[in-house]
């Protein structure tokens, strides 16, 4: 490894960094060119690792600007042994003020998918190399216009009467179904979307529904129709079974309002969750596993 060369990419090097084909192009992701014109990537938090002039490395923290929390590991690959991507990590935490986060992006159902799997396994065994711990994963889900199930009328459906509504359900409501845009909300604005949703979707209460047996609030459901998605944004429950005609009303919700598709985040360890997805006529897009610093209570 004596020709290899680690360091920050510079400006206007955005070619370089993009040299290296595209591992997983079955995954949405911005373009490195249009991350920096946005301001997101930056070639300060961008290192790259050559041989003989070659490109075997890259890494892109991303940052949005205006956000309150620290570089997140957006893009990470690998055309070499793990041991070239720790080292890469290695000199860019050292210069970035130690390590962080590292969001890995993966196709859907990537452990059953051989030719994913010969991708990402580097990657993510150089993360550990790094000294980085995988701390859990997220599922995102789409429903593109899949007939929905029909009711069963067990509940009846009302908008919240105003945000203080809100946030009494949600400070009873301990572990929520669907939380699309968690890690996003906590490192760009600071925001637990679990304790306080409308900190980060603001205070209209119009895209919410309270699902209710018998006059009695058992689920809540909000969506936001103007984020970059159409986003079921929030979920949860005071009753399990309220759980499959909440979904539905609420992409009912986001379908009157003109939303050709809903996306939704659920933890990968919720199984009747997803299932209820599936059912109500989501289906799995993309995967993000989560990799920490041993330290870090994410």
């Known amino acids: 490894m004596?020709?290899?060369?680690?360091?920050?990419?510079v400006a206007?090097?955005?070619?370089l960094f993009d040299s290296m084909p595209d591992p997983l192009p079955q995954l949405r992701q911005v373009a490195y060119a249009d991350g920096v014109a946005d301001g997101g990537y930056r070639p300060e938090n961008?290192?790259?690792?050559?041989?003989?002039?070659?490109?075997?490395?890259?890494a892109a923290w991303l940052l949005p600007p205006g956000a309150v929390g620290a570089p997140w590991l957006d893009r990470f690959d690998l055309d070499a042994e793990p041991e070239v991507g720790a080292e890469l990590l290695h000199a860019a935490h050292e210069a970035l003020?130690?390590?962080?986060?590292y969001y890995a992006a993966l196709p859907a159902h990537w452990r059953r998918r051989p030719e994913v799997l010969a991708v990402v396994r580097a990657p993510m065994a150089a993360a550990r190399l790094a000294g980085l711990v995988e701390r859990?994963?997220?599922?995102?889900c789409s429903w593109t216009g899949t007939p929905l199930p029909a009711s069963a009328g067990?509940?009846?459906?009302?908008?919240?009467?105003?945000?203080a509504e809100i946030n009494a359900l949600v400070a009873r409501i301990t572990a929520p179904d669907v939380l699309t845009g968690?890690?996003?909300?906590?490192?760009?604005?600071?925001?637990?979307l679990a304790t306080d949703p409308l900190a980060w979707f603001g205070d209209s209460t119009e895209e919410w529904r309270i699902a209710l047996a018998s006059g009695t609030p058992v689920g809540l459901v909000g969506t936001a129709g103007d984020a970059?998605?159409?986003?079921?944004?929030?979920?949860?429950?005071?009753?399990?079974a309220a759980r499959p005609e909440l979904l539905a009303e609420a992409v009912r919700v986001l379908a009157a309002g003109g939303a050709r598709e809903v996306i939704a985040d659920m933890e990968s360890h919720r199984v009747a969750v997803l299932a209820e997805l599936e059912r109500t006529g989501f289906r799995q897009l993309r995967s993000r596993v989560t990799f920490a610093p041993p330290n870090s209570q994410e």
């Open 136 to 140: 859990g994963e997220r599922i995102r």
């Open 97 to 101: 003020g130690g390590p962080g986060l």
């Open 46 to 58: 961008t290192w790259v690792a050559l041989r003989a002039g070659r490109l075997v490395a890259r």
């Open 228 to 240: 970059c998605y159409p986003l079921l944004a929030y979920l949860g429950l005071l009753d399990e």
């Open 182 to 192: 968690v890690e996003i909300a906590r490192v760009v604005g600071g925001v637990d």
């Open 154 to 163: 067990r509940y009846d459906f009302r908008p919240p009467v105003d945000a």
């Open 2 to 9: 004596t020709d290899l060369v680690i360091r920050p990419l």
């Open 12 to 15: 206007s090097e955005e070619s």
